[in-house]
T-cell receptor, first 112, second 113 residues
Framework: GQQLNQSPQSMFIQEGEDVSMNCTSSSIFNTWLWYKQDPGEGPVLLIA?????ELTSNGRLTAQFGITRKDSFLNISASIPSDVGIYFCAGPGGGATNKLIFGTGTLLAVQP | DVKVTQSSRYLVKRTGEKVFLECVQD?????MFWYRQDPGLGLRLIYF???????EKGDIPEGYSVSREKKERFSLILESASTNQTSMYLC????????????FGPGTRLTVT
């Protein structure tokens, strides 16, 4: 079945540093979604990507839909303590528009 | 903004109890979902509904049932709660005319003792 591999699994950085994480799929996607989950809360949609090569920003966050359509990247610039959380990628779950596959998540910790 | 609310943030129930988890969305979305989230296992789809009174099994429906009597409300029912159903339960909704984006509620942390 389809799988999403997300890396790194965790990151421990200093406030002000830039962050990069990525997600790769075993098959081609036509949509990539990036979510953030704060501790004890539900995931919040950050960015949605619909086209290969697309680069979309949301404040200090920038996500890219990979040219191969099998990967996506999320960058956070000038990290701040409230960036702490788990970042998930997600994509269509094979045939059905009501199914998403989620990555395993990247845990981000930011030291003030 | 899409708003998805869940009836409880924290619940503690005893083994064998019948448990109802309620989810309400205010954006007239046709599709609603129930997931559970466990460490190391990620988000797993329990059930979803694409219309009132319609439901489809997800990847792990065993031990659960759902009800969708009104468009805005989707209920998850644990007929006889067991300790292995201790988990974080997340509800989500999606607009049929949009893309794949699902919008999540804040979650219910259920503990079954």
């Amino acid at each position: 079945g389809q799988q999403l591999n997300q890396s790194p699994q965790s990151m421990f950085i200093q406030e002000g540093e830039d962050v990069s994480m990525n997600c790769t799929s075993s098959s081609i996607f036509n949509t990539w979604l990036w979510y953030k989950q704060d501790p004890g809360e539900g995931p919040v949609l950050l960015i949605a990507l619909y086209k290969a090569g697309e680069l979309t920003s949301n404040g200090r966050l920038t996500a890219q839909f990979g040219i191969t359509r099998k990967d996506s990247f999320l960058n956070i610039s000038a990290s701040i303590p409230s960036d702490v959380g788990i970042y998930f990628c997600a994509g269509p779950g094979g045939g059905a528009t009501n199914k998403l596959i989620f990555g395993t998540g990247t845990l981000l910790a930011v030291q003030p | 903004d899409v708003k998805v609310t869940q009836s409880s943030r924290y619940l503690v129930k005893r083994t064998g109890e019948k448990v109802f988890l309620e989810c309400v969305q205010d954006m007239d979305h046709e599709n609603m979902f129930w997931y559970r989230q466990d460490p190391g296992l990620g988000l797993r789809l329990i059930y979803f509904s694409y219309d009132v009174k319609m439901k489809e099994k997800g990847d792990i429906p065993e031990g659960y049932s759902v009800s969708r009597e009104k468009k805005e409300r989707f209920s998850l029912i644990l007929e006889s709660a067991s300790t292995n159903q201790t988990s974080m339960y997340l509800c989500a909704s999606r607009y049929t005319g949009g893309g794949y984006e699902q919008y999540f509620g804040p979650g219910t942390r259920l503990t079954v003792t």
